[in-house]
């Protein structure tokens, strides 16, 4: 069956970095795009990053551009994130997700994937 799972996640400070894995199984990894979502405690799902099949578009959201990076290991079947300079605010759920890749990057807040990882904690400290 499909299985996105999540790892790397855990407890940090203010300006650290993380990097977090998603490995995939059970679906043609390149037939799709692949991103992260986030969600704070009681505050809705938020939109991270995506990437094309081939890893060769990117998108992110506006106010995380600059500090998070997103990349693909079709290789391996894994999606990353890597989370620079931390913020008290970036504590949140992260979740990966894939979705069929005619639809490419161009993902937000309302985007609907077709598969979800269980999600993993990231929590930043001062």
């Known amino acids: 069956q499909v299985q996105l799972v999540e790892s790397g996640g855990g407890l940090v400070q203010t300006g650290d970095s993380l990097k977090l894995s998603c490995v995939a199984s059970g679906f043609t990894f390149t037939s799709y795009s692949m991103g992260w979502f986030r969600q704070a405690p009681g505050k809705g799902r938020e939109f991270v990053a995506a990437?094309?099949?081939?890893?060769?578009?990117?998108n992110y959201a506006n106010d995380l551009r600059s500090r998070f990076t997103i990349s693909r290991d079709n290789s391996k079947d894994t999606v990353y994130l890597q989370m620079d300079n931390l913020r008290l605010d970036d504590t949140a759920t992260y979740f990966c997700?894939?979705?069929?890749?005619?639809?490419?990057?161009?993902?937000?807040?309302?985007?609907?994937?077709?598969?979800w990882g269980q999600g993993i904690q990231v929590t930043v400290s001062s």
């Open positions: 997700a894939a979705k069929q890749r005619k639809y490419g990057s161009n993902w937000n807040d309302d985007t609907t994937p077709d598969y």
């Open positions: 990437l094309s099949f081939t890893g060769g578009t990117t």
